[in-house]
């Protein structure tokens, strides 16, 4: 069965501070995996997109890591800021069709002051 | 550069009522368009799908349907709505590039409230 999972479900940092979240997923056939950043109520936005030979990709403060051999990824935020409070969404697509998309459930990242 | 646009923002409405939600996209031509679902706690669920007007596919049996009556206006409907179908409802668009390059984005959402 075609699953994504995110991990942890929720977060709180400290403003300035790193923090990595993780996705697993057992996604077949794969084409590619995608991050993105959703604030409450709004609609999700496109942080990057790696397919199977693509390892990292960063986007300013947000890197993400692809392992196509253990099907994990990580995206990591780097110098957190207030404005990145938000739920960050895994999505992996099978098929090669945006039609063919399994989203995960999100990790709720709140930074403080 | 394209744009994404979908209303209401929010909206009551009571048991049996009908339901429009409208999303129209400007800056492109003949965009793949999706309405999906999110439900608190539980990732995005596709509801329906189109490649072009008048083609809709829909991924799940429920009680809603969807209209493609231009290139790029895509209409989420209910004639009668349930308790069940309120949600955070998202419109979106994207572009068939194969593997690599099909990104999809959204609009800002409609949270329905089924009273």
């Known amino acids: 069965k075609n699953q994504v999972e995110q991990s942890p479900q929720s977060l709180i940092i400290l403003e300035g501070k790193n923090c990595t979240l993780q996705c697993n997923y057992t996604v077949s056939p794969f084409s590619n995996l995608r991050w993105y950043k959703q604030d409450t109520g709004r609609g999700p936005v496109s942080l990057t997109i790696m397919t199977f030979s693509e390892n990292t990709k960063s986007n300013g403060r947000y890197t993400a890591t692809l392992d196509a051999d253990t099907k994990q990824s990580s995206l990591h935020i780097t110098a957190s800021q207030l404005s990145d409070s938000a739920s960050y969404i895994c999505?992996?697509?099978?098929?090669?069709?945006?039609?063919?998309?399994?989203f995960g459930t999100g990790t709720l990242l709140a930074v403080q002051p | 550069s394209q744009t994404i646009h979908q209303w209401p923002a929010t909206l009551v409405q009571p048991v049996g009522s009908p339901l429009s939600l409208e999303c129209t996209v400007e800056g492109t031509s003949n965009p793949n368009l999706y309405w999906y679902r999110q439900a608190a706690g539980r990732g995005l669920q596709l509801l329906f799908y189109?490649?072009?007007?008048?083609?809709i596919s829909s991924e799940v049996p429920q009680n809603l349907s969807a209209s493609r009556p231009q290139d790029r206006q895509f209409i989420l409907s209910s004639k009668k709505l349930l308790l069940s179908d309120s949600g955070f409802y998202l419109c979106?668009?994207?572009?068939?590039?194969?593997?690599?390059?099909?990104?999809?984005?959204f609009g800002e959402g409609s949270w329905l409230t089924v009273v």
């Open positions: 189109s490649v072009g007007i008048g083609q």
């Open positions: 979106a668009w994207g572009e068939d590039r194969g593997t690599s390059g099909n990104t999809i984005y």
């Open positions: 999505v992996v697509s099978y098929g090669g069709a945006t039609n063919k998309l399994i």
